[in-house]
């Protein structure tokens, strides 16, 4: 409960022109600035010795912070939380699959409350899908020398160290697929602090033309794109959840005259397949539309295609296609499958030819988080781990997996002298590796040639697959079947 400054405590006093009022809940002082003259923040004036008779209600937009009654027309309007005029990317629902409701039951009941015989039908269904495909990837864990440095400060953590050799490795696998170059648009889906896209264009040093589009839905702190002055690439952040985003609606792509390459580090559960279809289906569908346009309009946009392709062609040294795709690669740490959702799940088709639907697929993504049931912390090392999560505030926090080590919330382990701990981990594999079959099949049929790689050691993270994706006119890796 907080007190007011008067209260006894040992911490001192408040910053000059800050507030004086004492939050007890976090040990510290309000960090508000105030008026001149006054000692309290308008928050917290109410519960000061300066109390005046004005009073204050909880703002209807957001309870979290309160505003004096006779001033509230005048805060509705310019709010932080007051819904704003969306952007003109903004497009509901594109990147959504189709809403099928009578594919999924209303109530499907936890994997703990299935008997004995509906358990043992589903892993049944697994192990059949499954058949054929090999569940031991390649290992493509890589580095980077624009990582050299810092890989090897001392003054790293485990964790920021964790997080560095995840971004050399991706960085390492996108220079390998020989789509770190001038003159692309790198789009980093998930973006959070923007680090990845930081170590893209450390990587470019002064290559010319290019350009970052950071998308993420939530507002994040410590970001590091803010902090790039290069003249040669442009970073701009987009705040918008990637169901709803169209990319043809950008100016710098809506002009049409850079490559694309969708990067990922990390991209939790369905967001991983609501980037693949804004890349896709909304973006690279857009040029397909054009060429079916009357002649009228493909004269007209002529120049523009040999431009594309003019790029296109200085951007790689080999292997130019005689048909351009505008989507040059795609990159993607995958994670969190049991946040994966059917309405957005692009391999639907796939699951369908196994004889498979909504809800088969519903238990398989809750069963996935069993690949790391085996590695649970014990409640006091959760318990040190969240401590040191605190007083590390500034340490990188995009990756989902808890630190490596899984908590899951299905009831799980409520399965007594069913399955052993070895056995739900094996079972967990296969439901990640079905699942992303799907993503695989799904590109194959739009064109590209995929393939699913370790690209970290498991120590480093327990979610260490990633998706690559090139046309197939360039040069791919081995697709995995």
Same mark, same amino acid.
């Given at each position: 409960?907080?007190?007011?400054?008067?209260?006894?405590?040992?911490?001192?006093? #408040?910053?000059?022109?800050?507030?004086?009022?004492?939050?007890?809940?976090?040990? *510290?002082?309000?960090?508000?600035?105030?008026a001149a003259g006054k000692r309290f923040c308008g928050e917290h004036a109410g519960a000061?010795?300066?109390?005046?008779?004005?009073?204050?209600?909880?703002?209807?937009?957001?309870?979290?912070?309160?505003?004096?009654?006779?001033?509230?027309?005048?805060?509705?309007?310019?709010?932080?939380?007051?819904?704003?005029?969306?952007?003109?990317?903004?497009?509901?629902?594109?990147?959504?699959?189709?809403?099928?409701?009578?594919?999924?039951?209303?109530?499907?009941?936890?994997?703990?409350?299935?008997?004995?015989?509906?358990?043992?039908?589903?892993?049944?269904?697994?192990?059949?899908?499954?058949?054929?495909?090999?569940?031991?990837?390649?290992?493509?864990?890589?580095?980077?020398?624009?990582?050299?440095?810092?890989? $090897?400060?001392? =003054?790293?953590?485990?964790?920021?160290?964790?997080?560095?050799?995840?971004?050399?490795?991706?960085?390492?696998?996108?220079?390998?697929? =020989?789509?770190?170059?001038?003159?692309?648009?790198?789009?980093?889906?998930?973006?959070?602090?923007?680090?990845?896209?930081?170590?893209?264009?450390?990587?470019?040093?002064?290559?010319?033309?290019?350009?970052?589009?950071?998308? %993420?839905?939530?507002?994040?702190?410590?970001?590091? !794109?803010?902090?790039?002055?290069? =003249?040669?690439?442009?970073?701009? *952040?987009?705040?918008? !959840?990637?169901?709803?985003?169209? +990319?043809? =609606?950008? #100016?710098?792509?809506?002009?049409?005259?850079?490559?694309?390459?969708?990067?990922?580090?990390? +991209?939790?559960?369905?967001?991983? !397949?609501?980037?693949?279809?804004?890349?896709?289906?909304?973006?690279?569908?857009?040029?397909?539309?054009?060429?079916?346009?009357?002649?009228?309009?493909?004269?007209?946009?002529?120049?523009?295609?040999?431009?594309?392709?003019? +790029?296109?062609?200085?951007?790689?040294?080999?292997?130019?296609?005689?048909?351009?795709?505008?989507?040059?690669?795609?990159?993607?740490?995958?994670?969190?499958?049991?946040?994966? !959702?059917?309405?957005?799940?692009?391999?639907?088709?796939?699951? *369908?030819?196994?004889?498979?639907?909504?809800?088969?697929?519903?238990?398989?993504?809750?069963?996935?988080?069993?690949?790391?049931?085996?590695?649970?912390?014990?409640?006091?090392?959760?318990?040190?781990?969240?401590?040191?999560?605190?007083? $590390?505030?500034?340490?990188?926090?995009?990756?989902?997996?808890?630190?490596?080590?899984?908590?899951?919330?299905?009831?799980?382990?409520?399965?007594?002298?069913?399955?052993?701990?070895? %056995?739900?981990?094996?079972?967990?594999?296969?439901?990640?590796?079905?699942?992303?079959?799907?993503?695989?099949?799904?590109?194959?049929?739009?064109?590209?040639?995929?393939?699913?790689?370790?690209?970290?050691?498991?120590?480093?993270?327990? %979610?260490?697959?990633?998706?690559?994706?090139?046309?197939?006119?360039?040069?791919?890796?081995?697709?995995?079947?």
């Amino acid at each position: 409960m907080a007190t007011s400054a008067s209260s006894p405590h040992a911490t001192g006093f #408040p910053a000059e022109g800050r507030c004086s009022y004492y939050v007890e809940k976090k040990k *510290r002082f309000c960090r508000m600035v105030v008026a001149a003259g006054k000692r309290f923040c308008g928050e917290h004036a109410g519960a000061a010795e300066e109390e005046d008779a004005r009073k204050r209600i909880l703002c209807p937009l957001d309870p979290k912070h309160t505003v004096y009654e006779d001033q509230l027309a005048k805060h509705l309007k310019k709010c932080n939380s007051r819904e704003k005029p969306k952007p003109d990317f903004y497009i509901q629902d594109i990147n959504a699959g189709l809403k099928d409701e009578t594919e999924i039951p209303e109530q499907l009941v936890p994997i703990s409350s299935l008997s004995e015989e509906q358990l043992e039908k589903l892993i049944k269904k697994l192990r059949k899908a499954s058949e054929g495909l090999n569940s031991t990837l390649k290992d493509h864990i890589m580095s980077h020398p624009a990582l050299h440095d810092a890989l $090897n400060d001392p =003054k790293n953590g485990d964790s920021a160290a964790k997080h560095l050799k995840q971004q050399a490795s991706i960085l390492g696998n996108i220079e390998k697929l =020989k789509l770190l170059g001038p003159r692309r648009c790198f789009v980093e889906f998930g973006a959070g602090k923007g680090k990845l896209s930081h170590w893209v264009d450390i990587a470019l040093k002064d290559a010319e033309k290019v350009h970052f589009i950071l998308v %993420e839905k939530v507002t994040t702190r410590f970001k590091v !794109d803010g902090k790039h002055r290069k =003249k040669n690439s442009v970073f701009e *952040r987009l705040q918008i !959840d990637i169901q709803h985003l169209c +990319l043809n =609606k950008i #100016p710098v792509l809506r002009e049409g005259k850079l490559p694309v390459v969708g990067i990922g580090k990390h +991209l939790c559960g369905m967001a991983t !397949d609501l980037a693949l279809r804004c890349l896709i289906e909304t973006y690279a569908a857009s040029f397909e539309e054009r060429n079916e346009e009357p002649l009228a309009k493909r004269v007209k946009n002529d120049k523009t295609e040999k431009e594309i392709y003019t +790029l296109a062609k200085e951007g790689n040294e080999k292997n130019v296609p005689e048909k351009w795709n505008p989507v040059a690669g795609i990159v993607i740490a995958l994670c969190c499958h049991h946040r994966c !959702d059917w309405r957005h799940y692009v391999g639907k088709e796939y699951f *369908r030819a196994l004889g498979l639907g909504a809800v088969e697929f519903h238990y398989f993504q809750r069963m996935s988080s069993w690949a790391t049931c085996g590695m649970r912390k014990t409640s006091l090392e959760t318990s040190n781990s969240t401590t040191k999560r605190q007083d $590390n505030q500034n340490d990188d926090s995009e990756e989902h997996d808890d630190g490596g080590y899984r908590i899951t919330d299905d009831g799980a382990d409520s399965l007594p002298g069913l399955l052993s701990v070895e %056995e739900k981990k094996k079972i967990g594999h296969l439901c990640k590796l079905l699942i992303d079959q799907g993503r695989i099949q799904y590109l194959q049929q739009k064109g590209f040639s995929p393939a699913l790689q370790y690209y970290t050691d498991p120590l480093v993270s327990l %979610e260490n697959v990633l998706l690559t994706a090139l046309p197939n006119h360039s040069s791919s890796p081995e697709t995995t079947t």
